[in-house]
Nanobody
Framework: QVQLVESGGGLVQAGGSLTLSCAAS????????MGWYRQAPGKQRDLVAT???????NYADSVKGRFTISRDNAKNGVFLRMNSLKPEDTARYYC?????????WGQGTQVTVSS
């Protein structure tokens, strides 16, 4: 069983920064992909960024150059540094861990960006 716990969300003004953290526990294999997704009210859950255990990254076009994903493999943690935040970044952010065919989600952390 895998558990993911996010932290670091909050209210920030446009142009500000936040760092989200996700701690994973349970049975975690060496090869996996950790990432962040977000969901705004009434919208689907969308990819923000992913980072494979081999270092390959993938970012949504809307966050490229502003957000940076990183991970601590030793502690099974993943982080999302968000700079130059915009009101349209407002959403609930979810941590995700993919191992083979398994996909696990955290409960999410709310990020609200005021204009």
């Amino acid at each position: 069983q895998v558990q993911l716990v996010e932290s670091g969300g909050g209210l920030v003004q446009a142009g500000g920064s936040l760092t989200l953290s996700c701690a994973a526990s349970g049975i975690i294999f060496g090869r996996n992909t950790m990432g962040w997704y977000r969901q705004a009210p009434g919208k689907q859950r969308d990819l923000v960024a992913t980072l494979m255990s081999d270092g390959n990254t993938n970012y949504a076009d809307s966050v490229k150059g502003r957000f940076t994903i990183s991970r601590d493999n030793a502690k099974n943690g993943v982080f999302l540094r968000m700079n130059s935040l915009k009101p349209e970044d407002t959403a609930r952010y979810y941590c995700n861990l993919r191992q083979g065919i398994m996909s696990n989600w955290g409960q999410g952390t709310q990020v609200t960006v005021s204009s």
